[in-house]
């Protein structure tokens, strides 16, 4: 294996990572101190409301979930305003993203579209082996030739199934 196989995995599987990265804190989010507060004043009164299930005690207990109601409204709008400003600042990475995966990509296939980027014995790529290969078979060696193209394609592949795979290791709690 070539160190420019290996050099071009490692970009691939980086952008690939940052990419996964993105994708969990937006669907991760995030919480304020505001939103959390808000959480345990529902909560307490919520739990306060049905401790009071007398019938000497439902007036008490009816404010208490009015009041609750209302707080959930005012923790919706603050959710609803700030899942708005992530997401356009999650927006703005990801077009930066996907801008900086083509000129790193189109660098790499100006750079190894003359000479291949790794060779691979017949046997490992038995029923692919056309697919893969660049200009054919090394004749010194009888290895597959394989070039920048097909090679960016498979590590992309296998370097977005294991972020998928290891994603969890991204955003710990």
């Known amino acids: 294996m070539s160190l420019g196989a290996i050099f071009v995995f490692l970009i691939v599987s980086a952008l690939q990572l940052v990419d996964r990265y993105l994708d969990l804190a937006r669907k991760r989010g995030s919480q304020s101190e505001e939103q959390i507060k808000l959480r345990l004043e529902i909560k307490q009164l919520l739990q306060e409301a049905n401790q009071l299930s007398t019938p000497s005690t439902f007036a008490q207990a009816a404010k ?5 109601a209302a707080k959930e409204k005012e923790l919706a709008k603050i959710q609803e305003q700030n899942t708005k400003k992530t997401q356009s600042l999650y927006d703005k990475y990801r077009k930066f993203l996907l801008v900086a995966k083509v000129l790193i990509y189109a660098l790499l296939v100006l750079w190894f579209w003359s000479t291949p980027v790794t060779t691979v014995p017949q046997h490992l790529l038995q029923p692919f ?9 090394d004749s010194a060696t009888g290895h597959i030739v394989v070039g920048i193209l097909p090679w960016m394609f498979l590590t992309s592949r ?9 994603g969890f290791v991204l955003l710990r709690p």
């Open 158 to 166: 296998v370097s977005k199934l294991l972020c998928e795979k290891f």
């Open 129 to 137: 082996g056309k697919m893969f290969s660049w200009r054919g078979v």
């Open 64 to 68: 208490l979930k009015r009041l609750a």
